[in-house]
């Protein structure tokens, strides 16, 4: 299976990384330093993961030099202002002790007003154009190497898309595992040359055990002599996505990295099972927003 992957930067991003999403402030910088000595050189987090200053830490106290980290983050939905995006961004960079950041996502379709907690920017949730043409001019100032989007579905990938864009977004980071596979976007994704990341890849905290103790996993990992994990880790990266499994455990975070390319009729078997079954999301906040719209609507 491909160690990396080649975006239209040029640059290889690393297929699996850590996610830092829900690891507390407590237990992030073990579970940095922990995935660095197993040979991770990926780190998915986000400035609203409210845990960037401890990863950070974390790099800086690894033997690690700091370019060899592939480092993601993201903006925030209260600054996509135009003109709130570089203090924002400053702020990170700050925290992860760098001058600028190898990939950096619009962390959401949605725009919220920067005064006022959770209230919906209509214009630029509308069109996220302004705020896309932004980055761009960082990445030509050289804050940001390559920029993306997180959750967006296909009509607003092609809202946005339709714009003169400089520089296309070069991955689409969303919610993929076993209960929503999306193979859908996935198919076109790849017809569009964007790469999809995984978040909650095992199925979030919530569902991990379920996902893991799904008969066909089991039997996959039984017949391979691998773990139900690595079934599963492997798997999205064999669908060709990157891959973010969250661990704050050292063994799992270990476990996590290695991935083995399941023989075509496996594959196919728990393609299969995790595509014909209604599907779910097992994350979705637009109720706990205040919407009165579902963010993941066509
Ligand atoms: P923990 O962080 O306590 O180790 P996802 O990546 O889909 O969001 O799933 C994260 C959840 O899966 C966390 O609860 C994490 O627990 C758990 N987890 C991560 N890796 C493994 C593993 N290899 N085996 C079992 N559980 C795991």
Do not use: C
Request: glycine content about 6%; proline content about 7%.
């Amino acid at each position: 299976l491909t160690s990396h992957y080649t975006l239209p930067s040029g640059d290889k991003i690393p297929s699996v990384a850590l996610g830092v999403w829900q690891a507390e402030k407590g237990e992030v910088g073990m579970a940095v330093q922990a995935a660095l000595k197993s040979g991770y050189r990926h780190i998915d987090g986000a400035y609203a993961y409210n845990n960037e200053e401890y990863v950070g830490k974390a790099i800086r106290a690894s033997a690690v030099p700091r370019e060899q980290i592939w480092l993601t983050s993201k903006l925030w939905n209260a600054f996509h202002a135009p003109e709130d995006i570089e203090p924002v961004l400053d702020v990170t960079l700050a925290n992860l002790g760098t001058d600028y950041i190898y990939m950096y996502l619009i962390h959401w379709p949605i725009a919220f007003k920067k005064e006022g907690n959770y209230v919906l920017d209509e214009a630029l949730t509308a069109n996220p154009y302004p705020t896309w043409q932004k980055l761009e001019e960082w990445v030509d100032k050289g804050k940001i190497r390559n920029i993306g989007i997180s959750n967006f579905n296909i009509r607003r990938i092609q809202n946005l898309t339709a714009n003169p864009l400089k520089y296309k977004p070069a991955v689409n980071q969303v919610e993929l595992n076993f209960w929503n596979p999306q193979p859908e976007l996935l198919k076109w994704a790849k017809e569009h040359d964007l790469i999809l990341e995984a978040y909650s890849p095992l199925g979030g905290s919530n569902e991990v055990g379920k996902t893991l103790s799904q008969p066909v996993v089991k039997s996959i990992a039984k017949e391979l002599g691998i773990t139900p994990a690595q079934v599963i880790i492997s798997w999205h990266v064999q669908r060709g996505t990157i891959v973010l499994p969250k661990s704050v455990t050292p063994s799992r975070i270990e476990e996590n990295l290695q991935i083995f390319s399941l023989p075509q009729d496996l594959f196919d078997k728990l393609e299969k099972a995790a595509t014909s079954h209604e599907p779910h999301r097992t994350g979705n906040p637009s109720n706990r927003w205040g919407l009165d719209f579902d963010i993941f609507d066509d």
